[in-house]
């Protein structure tokens, strides 16, 4: 598995990282990359640690050691183990870095078992998953065509979306854009697939292709949004910027122009059903949607103490009020949490032995967790309120001999000096009000699917697995115990019957 230094080292590799109109030379010494990827590296860095590991690692089929995500799970135990493995490693950013190398176990984690799903390229599967549990490689993925013009069919904006442009004995040449790569500027590897079903129309299928590509291959561009890290940097201190100053995971645009795949990275092509289907084929769905509530879940745990704390510090948290939210706030970290253990002590059935978390479960976090944090945000604005807009500029004002005086009379808390106050309330608006923070708002939103699809999705899976006849069963049992003339079921007395006795 890679240590930290390792991890880093990886990251000075030629990459073409671009932002604000340059390109960026060593994301690990740039000031809008360098702590998350510190970050990062301290995540490999605990695979090692002699007590952290026995939460993380584990061995796999091969004999290998690896993070415990990483392992073809068999058994429910298997999954409760990984489950607190991510847990663990996603404790070190507090919640707030959704795409760290584990996510892709979600999907790299079922590449071994579900091998034959991918035909034609079933011992490339096999290879990728030996390869990265192994190395614990970082991979991000980009499944999402750019937002061009979504009002067209494929075929007509085929030109903007990732397709094979040309065929070569020993791999393919492909061409296009794909978002949303979240992280991709600081991982080893970008994983290329389709969300849903594609049809470019008239027998074309250059478009129905799975692969891998290393994020430093020629051709590979990444074109960054805004750093919020370089932002916190340039603004503030760590005292004003706690959370976007080391955990802003980045997101970019993946350009890739006329880039070359080796056979071996590749898992589909030209094959409409894999590529269509891989999502719910092989579980993808289960297994990022068991890492995203375990993640959420982490990240809850420490939104609740915030809320605490901050309530504390007001002096409100004795009041019936305030006390109501804390507790819904908590009453949601429960529900999320509880998810993730249903996920694991309830398993789907998957391929070859497989134990898969459980799809309703799933399904129902995907709809619950975007409507969870903007209830949670909206109960911070609520209870914590005007305190969030009333901070000092920086900390720098409380460095300022001529200021500090007023500071410490007029910003003090609850037994809470004013500097204690002031931090724990810019951690507060950095998680929830900062450009960080209205990320992490969209992101939750979005994370596991559009609105409606992630209730679609819900929907379909009920039907497909046999549940909604079922449900339809239970509410048909209820309407079968009568008709217009009364109950069928002995059980109870017809009002005829009723009226006999009365005139008795």
């Known amino acids: 598995m890679l240590t930290g230094n390792e991890y880093l080292e990886s990251l000075r590799d030629g990459r073409a990282v671009y932002l604000n109109g ?30 952290l590991s026995k939460k993380l690692v584990t061995t796999n089929e091969f004999g290998d050691k690896t993070h415990k995500f990483f392992v073809t799970p068999t058994s429910s135990q298997d999954l409760i183990e990984q489950r607190d493995a991510i847990a663990e490693w996603s404790k070190l950013n507090y919640g707030f870095m959704g795409r ?31 390869k990265v549990s192994k190395d614990v490689s970082f991979v991000n993925h980009t499944v999402i065509n750019p937002q061009v013009d979504r009002s067209k069919p494929l075929h007509e904006n085929k030109d903007v979306f990732v397709r094979v442009v040309k065929e070569k ?34 027998g074309d299928q250059s478009h129905a ?33 706690p959370l976007s100053s080391r955990f802003d995971e980045n997101d970019a645009v993946i350009v890739l122009d006329n880039v070359f795949i080796p056979w071996e990275d590749v898992l589909a092509y030209q094959n409409v059903e894999v590529s269509n289907n891989f999502v719910a084929g092989t579980k993808f769905v289960n297994r990022f949607s068991f890492h995203g509530a375990t993640r959420l879940a982490v990240k809850l745990d420490f939104m ?15 009041f019936r009020g305030v006390q109501v939210n804390v507790g819904e706030v908590i009453a949601l970290r429960n529900m999320i949490w509880g998810l993730t253990t249903a996920m694991a002590s309830e398993p789907d059935q998957g391929m070859n032995g497989l134990k898969v978390p459980n799809g309703f479960y799933a399904n129902a976090y995907r709809v619950l967790a975007p409507n969870t944090w903007v209830r949670v945000k ?28 007023y500071i410490d009379k007029y910003y003090r808390g609850t037994g809470i000096e004013a500097e204690d106050k002031i931090k724990l309330l810019k951690m507060v608006w950095d998680s929830i009000g900062s450009e960080f923070g209205g990320r992490h708002e969209l992101y939750e939103i979005n994370y596991a699917g559009n609105t409606e699809n992630i209730r679609l999705e819900a929907l379909k899976h009920a039907e497909a697995v046999g549940a909604a006849d079922s449900f339809k069963s239970f509410a048909e049992t209820a309407m079968g115990d009568y008709d217009l003339h009364g109950w069928t079921n002995e059980t109870w007395v017809n009002p005829s019957e009723v009226e006999a006795l009365v005139k008795q």
Not at 25 to 33: E, G, K, L, Y
Not at 176 to 202: C, E, I, Q, R, S
Not at 385 to 400: H, T, V
């Open 169 to 202: 004995d020993d791999g393919i040449i492909v061409s296009g854009a794909k978002m949303v790569g979240t992280a991709a500027p600081l991982t080893n590897y970008n994983f290329v697939a389709n969300y849903g079903p594609k049809d470019l129309g008239g």
């Open 22 to 51: 340059e390109k960026v030379d060593d994301v690990t010494t740039h000031p809008a990359f360098r702590n998350a990827a510190r970050s990062y590296a301290r995540m490999y860095d605990a695979l090692h640690d002699k007590e």
């Open 378 to 405: 909206n109960i911070f604005e609520q209870v914590v309120a005007g305190g969030l807009i009333q901070l000092p500029s920086s900390a720098s004002d409380l460095l300022n001999p001529e200021l500090r005086p």
């Open 209 to 241: 292709l799975i692969f891998f590509v290393a994020m430093n291959a020629p051709g590979v561009k990444m074109i960054s949004r805004q750093s919020f890290e370089l932002n916190a940097t340039t603004n503030g201190k760590p005292f004003d910027y």
């Open 100 to 130: 760290t190398p584990d996510y892709k176990a979600s999907f790299i984690g079922h590449l071994n078992g579900y091998a034959e799903f991918y035909k034609g390229f079933e011992d490339n599967a096999r290879a990728w998953y030996q």
């Open 304 to 318: 609740a103490g915030l809320l605490l704390k901050a309530t504390e510090a007001a002096g409100t948290h004795q």
